[in-house]
């Protein structure tokens, strides 16, 4: 199994800032996983994270509205810049080593007014 | 990618009342999780389960990866009980490992 902290848990941000959220994991892993889930809605990949390369993001996500760092194996951070309320949302990390069962975070409940 | 369905998508339970919920697949799979999310968004692990049955004290999944369903049951569910239920699944090619897909949840809600 595997362990996560994710901080923070929850914040309410102004329009226009940026927020980070940390995910460190109780041991190594090559893959992490960044989710988020609008209100109401199921969970959508915004990108995978890979130690020593560029994050992979998904259709409809960029590198400039949500950077990610991965500067080791076990801790990541994904940004959420010039933060609009159509941000508000859970973002979730995920660690898994494929094939087995995945870990998530507690998520971090962002509210942008 | 993969679809995931879940059925039903709301569902209303009196106290000590059983439930089946169903998660339909489109495509083969490695990886199969049934998650409980709770009020503060956190995702509970219920059961890994790619294929066959597992039971964890009131709650059961059975996963027929041939038929590509998956079934969670609930017995004499508990207002605890109540909050999102989701599946997710991870497909087997041409998707990076350890993706999941999800399915969009059914929402429990028990009364005493």
Not at chain 2, 23 to 36: A, E, I, R, Y
Not at chain 2, 76 to 95: I, K, L, M, P
């Amino acid at each position: 199994s595997a362990v996560i902290s994710q901080k923070p848990s929850r914040d309410i941000c102004q329009r226009g800032t940026s927020l980070t959220i940390q995910c460190q994991v109780d041991s190594q892993v090559t893959m992490m996983f960044w989710y988020r889930q609008q209100p109401g809605q199921s969970l959508t990949l915004i990108a995978t994270a890979n130690q020593g390369s560029e994050a992979t993001y998904e259709s409809g996500f960029v590198i400039d509205k949500f950077p990610i760092s991965r500067p080791n194996l076990t801790f990541s951070t994904l940004t959420v810049s010039n933060m609009s309320p159509e941000d508000s949302s859970i973002y979730l990390c995920s660690v898994s080593r494929g094939d087995t069962e995945a870990f998530f975070g507690q998520g971090t409940r962002l509210t942008v007014v | 990618g993969i679809q995931v369905e879940q059925s039903p998508p709301d569902l209303i339970l009196q106290e000590g009342a059983n439930s089946t919920l169903r998660c339909n697949f489109s495509d083969s799979v490695n990886n199969l999780q049934w998650f409980h999310q709770n009020p503060w968004g956190q995702l509970i692990n219920l059961f890994y389960i790619p294929s066959g049955t597992k039971q964890n004290g009131r709650l059961s999944a059975t996963t027929v990866a041939t038929e590509r369903y998956s079934l969670l049951y609930i017995s004499s569910s508990q207002t605890t009980d109540s909050g999102v239920y989701f599946c997710a699944v991870e497909q087997v090619r041409g998707s990076t490992l350890g993706r999941l897909y999800f399915g969009r949840g059914t929402q429990l809600t028990v009364w005493p």
